[in-house]
């Protein structure tokens, strides 16, 4: 004859016997270690993520450049302010047949915060300029609001 605690339920546990587990206390260590660990690590992240936002604005005015130098080799001058940087996707009235496009293949994106790159012929340091207003999408700013202008 079986004793009873040597019956074994549905569960597979041995009747009599308590199913193991983790007692609260240690659920809330371990809760607590892991937001001391979230609490180290997200501002270093988020600081890394503004990093490479300007990044990848830097080297889309760098394609913008290489993609404008073209446009000047084919066309013989670079975009007025008006055609702007639509121009190198959609062939503007002024270039005529010189024009060998498009310069870009999928259009003139936003930059990294969604707002528009600005174009201005001629620039003030060069014969034209590319702006992105940075983060807070208005001129002038430090770090991350900074403004991001082509060489």
């Known amino acids: 004859m079986k004793q009873e605690s040597d019956v074994v ?12 587990g983790f007692t609260l206390l240690e659920l809330l260590v371990v809760i607590v270690i892991i937001g001391l660990l979230a609490a180290y690590v997200g501002p270093k992240y988020f600081a ?5 936002e300007v990044t990848i604005a830097k080297a889309q005015i760098e394609a913008f450049e290489k993609s404008l130098d073209t446009f000047r080799l084919d066309v013989g001058r670079y975009p007025t302010t008006e055609e702007g ?4 996707v959609t062939a503007p009235a002024s270039a005529g047949a010189k024009w060998n496009g498009p310069y870009l293949k999928k259009g003139v ?5 969604g707002h528009p790159y600005q174009y201005k012929a001629p620039g003030s340091k060069s014969e034209f300029e590319i702006i992105s207003l ?5 001129p002038g700013g430090s770090g991350e609001d900074a403004d991001i202008v082509s060489q």
């Open 85 to 88: 940087l639509n121009s190198l």
């Open 9 to 20: 339920t549905k569960c597979g546990v041995k009747a009599g016997r308590a199913a193991g």
């Open 109 to 113: 994106p936003p930059d990294p915060w």
């Open 48 to 52: 890394q993520l503004g990093k490479s």
């Open 134 to 138: 940075g983060r807070d999408g208005q």
